[in-house]
T-cell receptor, first 111, second 111 residues
Framework: NAGVTQTPKFRVLKTGQSMTLLCAQD?????MYWYRQDPGMGLRLIHY???????AKGEVPDGYNVSRLKKQNFLLGLESAAPSQTSVYFC??????????FGPGTRLTVL | KQEVTQIPAALSVPEGENLVLNCSFT??????LQWFRQDPGKGLTSLLL?????REQTSGRLNASLDKSSGRSTLYIAASQPGDSATYLC??????????FGAGTRLFVKA
């Protein structure tokens, strides 16, 4: 099992550009999450999904959209990137056991 | 609003020492608490998950305790090794699916 994978690993955007981050899990987990990690602030929940076709807002959802069209995939979109969205983005998933499994992260820089 | 604090922010110990990392939270109405390890530039790895009805969990040289009434959890690491050097994160899940993370304790074990 690959666990949780994220694409891409690194990305540099200019202000105003758009992009989509892909998260995939092969553990048949129902619940998936997107977090951002910033120095000194810990991880903060952006959006989450409790199953295929569902999404919900987390702690810091503004400027992001998500979709869960397939159970194994959770997409995070930035429609118009801003420098404040420079961060490391982590995807996680949870099955029945409540343990969160994390992907390796995507390092995004917005110039 | 739930707040999670980890003290100390950084810790340096000689190899072989037993050590305790602390996590405190402001709202005792939690669903579970999870300890993670994060290596530089990597994702998070779950170490121990304690459900709200449990007092402690153990895995190898690691022991995590939970005291909901006082809003505290500790992670005890026995006989520390240089390979234990990493950042340790505490995460509290309340009602729903939102998990609040502490900022972490950066541990350095000297050989």
């Amino acid at each position: 099992n690959a666990g949780v994978t994220q694409t891409p690993k690194f990305r540099v955007l200019k202000t105003g550009q758009s992009m989509t981050l892909l998260c995939a899990q092969d553990m048949n987990h129902e619940y998936m999450y997107w977090y951002r990690q910033d120095p000194g602030m810990g991880l903060r929940l952006i959006h989450y999904s409790v199953g295929e076709g569902t999404t919900a807002k987390g702690e810091v959802p503004d400027g992001y959209n998500v979709s869960r069209l397939k159970k194994q995939n959770f997409l995070l979109g930035l429609e118009s990137a801003a420098p404040s969205q420079t961060s490391v983005y982590f995807c996680a998933s949870t099955g029945d056991g409540d343990t969160q499994y994390f992907g390796p992260g995507t390092r995004l820089t917005v110039l | 609003k739930q707040e999670v604090t980890q003290i100390p922010a950084a810790l340096s110990v000689p190899e072989g020492e037993n050590l305790v990392l602390n996590c405190s939270f402001t709202d005792s109405a939690i669903y579970n608490l999870q300890w993670f390890r994060q290596d530089p530039g990597k994702g998070l790895t779950s170490l121990l998950l304690i459900q709200s009805s449990q007092r402690e969990q153990t895995s190898g040289r690691l022991n995590a305790s939970l005291d909901k009434s006082s809003g505290r959890s500790t992670l005890y690491i026995a006989a520390s090794q240089p390979g234990d050097s990493a950042t340790y994160l505490c995460a509290v899940r309340g009602g729903g699916f939102k998990t609040i993370f502490g900022a972490g304790t950066r541990l350095f074990v000297k050989a």
